[in-house]
């Protein structure tokens, strides 16, 4: 296995700043086992647009080689942070986000941040599961692109030395996303969803 810490600093600056990694090998050599990446969404909402991106983000981790994994949100609630130190399913997800290899973040932009729901998922983390670990983002909002929800995800999970990816993902005017038979408007933002999950993969397999 690679340590992270002995891979040359150009090789693992292009890792998470979005080059090529042609003097790094491909991926398949880099490759041990199948990385597990933690899905969690910001809204309750079923089959809202971060439940619809989220799950176009989840095939697109599975095509480039990880292990998509979400937190069902309604099925296992969390409590806010602080209210039940003792609570079955906070317990279980400190559990599985201490174990996964990277994590996957969509949140709502609620009045210019990100939603309580996401913060409060954040909230019960801490560097112990997040610490040196990728993370890729995305938000959804009703009205222009902007990235006030990305960049305070980034300033929560700088805190807990998360290792963001440069690679993130917007979805403005959310009401006109969608064609009638599901798929995006935006064709070009199949791709970025794409080359978001790819280099989250490759983030992770260049620190192992």
């Known amino acids: 296995m690679t340590d992270k810490h002995s891979l040359p600093a150009v090789a693992f600056l292009r890792a ?11 991926i398949a050599g880099l490759m041990t086992t199948t990385p597990k990446v933690m899905c969690l969404i910001g809204s309750m909402t079923p089959n809202g647009n971060g439940a619809r991106m989220m799950e176009i983000a989840m095939s697109a981790v599975e095509a480039a080689g990880g ?20 609570d079955e399913n906070v317990a279980e997800f400190k559990k599985q ?15 210019g941040t990100i939603s309580g729901l996401m913060k409060n998922q954040i909230d019960w983390l ?39 990816i440069r690679e993130q993902v917007m979805m403005p005017h959310t009401k006109q996303a969608w064609n009638e038979d599901g798929t995006l408007a935006d064709e070009g933002l199949q791709g970025r969803i794409e080359k978001m999950a790819t280099k989250l993969i490759e983030t992770v397999h260049l620190l192992r």
């Open 126 to 164: 801490s560097s112990d599961q997040f610490s040196d670990k990728p993370v890729a983002l995305m938000s959804t909002l009703g009205g222009q692109s902007n990235s006030n929800a990305l960049n305070h995800m980034r300033l929560s999970l700088r805190h807990v030395h998360a290792i963001v």
């Open 97 to 111: 986000a201490l174990e996964t290899d990277a994590f996957l973040l969509c949140t709502p932009e609620y009045h």
């Open 16 to 26: 998470i700043g979005g080059h090529n990694l042609k003097n790094c090998g491909t």
């Open 67 to 86: 292990q998509a994994d979400l937190w069902d949100i309604h099925a296992k609630r969390l409590p806010f942070f602080g209210e039940n130190w003792t």
